[in-house]
């Protein structure tokens, strides 16, 4: 009998997964589920909407679903809609490959404030997340972000554009008012952990002026400093980011239950920076931490993803909240490798049992495929798509029969 394996998460981790399982095991009946309609995850919704580069890892993995038998299976919430221990009954091996979603706190004085928000959240607002929080993002005219690698650039790239043709980008106009930004990290420039590439693409926006509150060291070895030397001193009048290095977030500044600055710590000094709001790109974590835990700490076997009896994990589940979507590639294959290994007794029922124990709509491929169109069909002059952002017009869409086409 066929091994049955469901991969719950359909981002990179979750189909890097199946395309290395794919091969290990062909005779696998392999189902990825995600909780939204549709697939993806971190490729649709977490990757910045200008990086359509990045973004079209997509269609490797749509050979996924389109020659090697893949099934996907979506609006499934693997906790609400179905538990994890029945999900385990149904089939002969489980991977959990969710990634974390939640932001990591600037700490309990932040916690609560107005105008603070996570890059996560964010980045889901301009990425049209159906599960995005219903209340409104109000960034003002000068806009903090904390953070030093990628996904702070990625903030501070987005909120600076002037256009954002070529992307697929919702919900730009909270960008509209921004006049000044400050990149604010607790590291040197030396080390700061994002990439030159990033810095580079910070020389490529039109009216952007960029000045740095602390003198760059010179080390022709480090592309960052070298880009950052590039960059420093560019002018423009549309909109004015300041870099700070070993700038530490100490507490909000609130006046009249408004934020009105950052108080810092800079180099045993403290300052405050003075905005409207405050964006923090400084990790994730999961939206349930005790429950992972709990299956971290009893793992069989963690750093080769085996959970317990038929139960495995990979990518930032797994591993925690670093690397690339390359990185989360190297790390589906290892863990792929690892089920492979261990001897599974093929005889559970698989995808027929699940779908018989979900008593609401789900999606398929097919579905995906008819939402994909409707939104490269109306999309708007210059941009990839129109992201139809809200699950009922979703799963209205597939109702529709639209699918069958």
Not at 117 to 126: P, Q
Not at 225 to 236: N, P, Q, R, S, Y
Request: negative net charge; charged residues 25%; hydrophobic residues 40%.
């Amino acid at each position: 009998m066929s091994v049955k394996v469901a991969v719950v998460g359909s981002g990179p981790s979750g189909c890097y997964l199946a395309q290395a399982l794919r091969k290990l095991l062909p005779d696998s009946v392999l189902t990825i589920l995600d909780r939204v309609p549709v697939p993806y995850g971190l490729v649709r919704y977490g990757v910045a909407p200008d990086h359509q580069g990045t973004k079209a890892v997509t269609k490797q993995f749509a050979r996924l679903f389109e020659r090697d038998a893949v099934e996907f299976i979506g609006n499934v919430d693997v906790g609400t809609d179905i538990d994890l221990a029945s999900l385990r009954e149904m089939f002969d091996v489980v991977v959990l490959a969710t990634g974390l979603s939640a932001d990591r706190s600037l700490g309990a004085a932040f916690d609560g404030v107005t105008s603070v928000y996570g890059s996560g959240r964010v980045t889901r607002h301009w990425n049209g997340h159906p599960d995005r929080p219903e209340d409104p993002i109000t960034l003002g005219e000068t806009v903090a972000v904390v953070g030093n690698g990628n996904v702070a650039m990625d903030v501070v790239r987005l909120l600076a554009k002037a256009d954002y043709d070529g992307s697929d980008i919702h919900g730009e106009s909270i960008c509209t008012g921004v006049r000044q930004i400050h990149l604010i990290g607790r590291s040197s420039a030396q080390d700061a952990k994002f990439d030159a590439t990033m810095v580079r693409e910070l020389g490529q926006i039109d009216g952007l002026g960029v000045t740095m509150a602390d003198t760059l060291p010179v080390d022709p070895d480090n592309k960052v400093l070298v880009e950052l030397h590039a960059l420093a001193g560019k002018t423009g009048g549309r909109v004015g980011l300041t870099f700070h290095f070993h700038t530490a977030p100490h507490a909000p500044e609130v006046t009249g239950g408004r934020l009105t600055g950052l108080m810092c710590d800079v180099r045993g000094e403290r300052e405050t920076i003075a905005c409207d709001s405050v964006i923090t790109a400084i990790g994730f974590e999961p939206s349930a931490a005790e429950a992972r835990q709990a299956l971290l700490g009893d793992a069989i076997d963690i750093a080769h993803g085996h959970l317990s009896d038929g139960l495995f994990a990979t990518g930032w589940f797994r591993r925690g909240p670093s690397g690339t979507i390359a990185t989360n590639r190297s790390d589906a294959k290892m863990v792929a490798t690892r089920i492979a290994e261990v001897t599974v007794d093929a005889a559970r029922p698989g995808r027929d049992a699940l779908r018989a124990a979900l008593g609401h709509q789900t999606t398929s491929y097919s579905d995906w495929l008819a939402i994909d169109r409707k939104e490269c069909d109306t999309a708007p002059p210059n941009r990839i798509r129109k992201k139809i952002t809200r699950r009922e017009d979703m799963l209205e869409l597939c109702l529709q029969g639209t699918t069958s086409e």
